[in-house]
């Protein structure tokens, strides 16, 4: 049987998230785990040289009381979800493929026990 690509994204079920990723992305991300400060960061990939480049993109799960007492120390990033424990946040680079809000707002979803990750987006 033949298959076809509807769509890409990238799961972390550990901090209960997903994102759609665009076209552009394909074959040209790295994408670094830091799970001790439960981010993800998303940068250029360059084949050449084998390392990641430029950042794209950061995602942040961001403790509620932490993100509530200080929303300072998080002013780079943009509110884009919450459930009962975090602040999901989003940090955008300077890449020519970081997409733009409108695309993140769309793609960007809550992995939720009812599966349709739209209870708690920022509108």
Not at 49 to 71: D, K
Request: some cysteine; charged content about 25%; overall charge negative.
């Amino acid at each position: 049987s033949e298959y076809t690509v509807i769509g890409r994204s990238i799961i972390n079920y550990t901090d209960g998230y997903y994102i759609n990723i665009p076209e552009s992305w394909v074959d040209n991300i790295a994408v670094e785990r830091r799970l001790d400060s439960k981010q993800r960061v998303f940068c250029r990939w360059d084949p050449l040289m084998g390392e990641a480049g430029e950042e794209i993109l950061r995602i942040m799960a961001i403790p509620l009381e932490s993100f509530e007492s200080n929303p300072q120390g998080y002013e780079d990033y943009v509110e884009y979800a919450r459930n009962s424990e975090y602040v999901f946040a989003l940090k955008s680079g300077t890449s020519a493929l970081t997409p733009d809000a409108n695309y993140l707002k769309d793609n960007f979803h809550l992995i939720t026990p009812t599966g349709n990750g739209e209870a708690n987006k920022i509108k």
